[in-house]
């Protein structure tokens, strides 16, 4: 099964992998200001 790599889904899972985490922290951040 030839398989070519495809670096733009990677490229987009990861962008969204960072997207989520730093809205994790901003969320915690947030949240440890208004406490």
Same mark, same amino acid.
């Given at each position: 099964? /030839?398989?070519?790599?495809? /670096?733009? /889904?990677?490229?987009?899972?990861?962008?969204?992998?960072?997207?989520?985490?730093?809205? =994790?922290?901003?969320?915690?951040?947030? =949240?440890?200001?208004?406490?």
């Amino acid at each position: 099964m /030839h398989r070519k790599p495809n /670096h733009q /889904h990677e490229l987009a899972f990861y962008i969204g992998l960072n997207a989520a985490l730093a809205c =994790l922290i901003v969320a915690s951040v947030l =949240l440890a200001a208004a406490a």
